[in-house]
């Protein structure tokens, strides 16, 4: 009797244990099916990539000047609660992440609808714009002649917004290099990450409102940022005259100049950035304030005088990957939707 009990007992113990590894087991498959990776679609949807590369290619040969504006805008989707795909959607009452003076000047909103469409003709509701964001900075690197490297995908969009969270979560171009170390901290990036990303400003342009500040009021006394080169600084101001009442190149509208972040190669994504950085204290003061930190000075040195790229573009698909992971929803979080940029309210 009392060996039949222990002999039930133990039939219970193992399979309750067999029980756990089962629960244990398919906890991990669902954690690893719902998990950022490289190839996400590749049962769902494996053409999404040639797709999106397929249309990046359509796009930048109608405008090659929305290759910058791609890649800037995954960085803006990251930053400002994460990588959700949240800067694509609208408002009728000017309040989202689009209305916020930071994304005023962001080009590429149709851009990645087109992309969206095409995918959903293939693979209705399954590749979150998130991700279509991110692979499209991805392609938009490599079709200005910069390196291919993986993307993790795996990305769902989320659906809350605020044009505030903008403000909070950008660093300003006016920042200096204890401003940037925080933002990017926040972010779980730190200054190396810094010093490579901040390479993405190879390609494209900026308004100019943006350096007016550092051009004719850097202290508040009209005065020009005397870490800036006077050659360079002189040429700025001839492209950038002093604002007149009124004036706010911070929104840009038609026929607005358009002053390049790397000179002479502003279409090439390559390293003349940090020799430009380094030459002249670039463009805005968050570039110039990497020459202000020993750990980012050090980096714009190294690469400013690489032979060459490949150990800038290895660095550069790293701290993409970590830049891409920030705060994504994944599994059973957000959304898939069929269009991007839905209204909000
Ligand atoms: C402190 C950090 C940063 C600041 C303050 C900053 C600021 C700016 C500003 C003011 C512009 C010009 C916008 C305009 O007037 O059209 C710009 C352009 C751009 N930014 Fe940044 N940026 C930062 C970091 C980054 C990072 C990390 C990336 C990429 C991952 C990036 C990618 C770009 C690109 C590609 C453009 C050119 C856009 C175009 O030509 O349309 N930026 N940035």
Redesign the pocket.
Known sequence: MWTERRRRRAQLLLLMAAAAVVVVGSALASAQEAALRVGFYRATCPIAEDVVLAEMRLILMEDD?LA??L??M??HDCFVQGCDGSIMLQSRKGKTERDALPNR?M?GYDAIERIKARLETVCPLTVSCADIIAMAARDAVYLSHGPWYDVETGRRDGNVTAAEYVENDL???D?NIID?KTFFSVKSLNSKDIAV??G??S?????C??IRKRLYNFTGNMDQDPSLDPAYATELRKLCPPPRPGDNDGV?VGGKTKVP?DPGSNYTFDLSYYRHVLATGGL?Q?DGSLLHDPVTRGYVEKVANASSPDEYYADFAAAMLK?GRTDVLVGDLGEIRPTCGIFVD
């Not at 390609?203 to 308004?207: A, D, K, L």
Request: contains cysteine; charged residues 5%.
């Open positions: 000047t910058p504006s890649l800037r995954h960085y000047s080009r660093p300003p171009p920042s940037v990303l901040f993405c400003h390609i494209g342009t900026s308004h409102g943006p840009p972040l805005f968050s830049m």
